[in-house]
């Protein structure tokens, strides 16, 4: 049985690597990571920080889909 995916693991889309590319999978795990360390720490309830947070985990998701996207690019 599959374990539930984490919030991060779920932004990054952790389960969809069509082509088993051993790069796109890590890379997306460690911005999973980073997205589920910045999700956590909007659980404070701070209002700054929550907002903070949630920009980050917006630019982390594009950054992770740039990544993938170099390290899968053929000219």
């Given at each position: ?40 720490m ?34």
């Amino acid at each position: 049985m599959d374990k539930e995916q984490s919030f991060g693991e779920r932004a990054v889309g952790l389960s969809f690597n069509p082509s088993g590319d051993e790069n796109v999978r890590v890379l997306k795990e460690l911005y999973a990571q980073i997205i589920d360390r910045l999700d956590d720490m909007k659980a404070d309830g701070e209002n700054e920080r929550n907002r903070l947070c949630a920009i980050a985990i917006t630019e982390a998701q594009g950054a992770q889909m740039w990544a993938v996207k170099a390290v899968t690019w053929r000219s």
